[in-house]
């Protein structure tokens, strides 16, 4: 929706989701989203579970992506995205480490990481280890390399906890204090 209506939409809680079982957080977050109308809003990480800076730096640009799988099949289409001076949001769910890897690949050949201003990494939810590389290697050995500010362990997407991160908002990634900061009101009256 955020690629053709120009429209701030929220990677967040599912309907599914909005059961008594859900922790608090997760509701805490999404409300605070989708009803708050001032900003600069730092976005709160859960108990616990730090941001990781992993490529030093301090940007500035509209949050793009969410789901890798989303994001690559999106490639080639009227909804692929434009990631030009952009913080990247990645994240996914129940899929063999070997096919991130294969996903983030097929990104670099496309050019997505090339001129986004940063990369915030979040969960890979039960993404199983393969061929001997795990998540944490992907990080590692192809991430860290294409040298853009980069943030990792963002509680966003089919874990436990689920940060409301609001897609095409004006947001500020700095890697030195570890913080998420959305500058922009992500709901009008």
Do not use: W
Not at 55 to 82: A, K, M, Q, R, W
Request: with cysteine; hydrophobic share 40%; net charge negative.
């Amino acid at each position: 929706m955020y690629t053709l209506a120009d429209l701030i939409t929220f990677h967040s809680l599912l309907l599914i989701d909005f059961k008594p079982t859900t922790p608090e957080y997760n509701f805490n977050q999404f409300f605070t989203a989708t009803a708050t109308l001032t900003s600069p809003r730092q976005l709160e990480t859960p108990p616990e579970i730090p941001l990781i800076s992993r490529v030093p730096g301090n940007v500035t640009g509209p949050i793009v992506g969410g789901n890798l799988t989303s994001f690559v099949d999106n490639l080639g289409t009227p909804f692929e995205v434009d990631t030009k001076g952009k913080i990247i949001l990645i994240e996914d769910v129940h899929e063999p480490v070997n096919t991130i890897y294969r996903y983030i690949n097929h990104l670099i050949l496309a050019g997505k990481f090339k001129d986004c201003a940063s990369i915030i990494m979040g969960e890979c939810s039960h993404c199983v280890t393969a061929y001997d590389k795990s998540y944490e290697d992907l990080i590692e050995e192809v991430m860290i390399p294409l040298n853009k500010p980069l943030m990792t362990n963002l509680s966003s997407g089919h874990g436990k906890y689920k940060m409301a991160i609001p897609i095409g908002a004006q947001a500020n990634l700095n890697t030195y204090d570890n913080t998420l900061t959305i500058l922009e009101p992500t709901v009008h009256i």
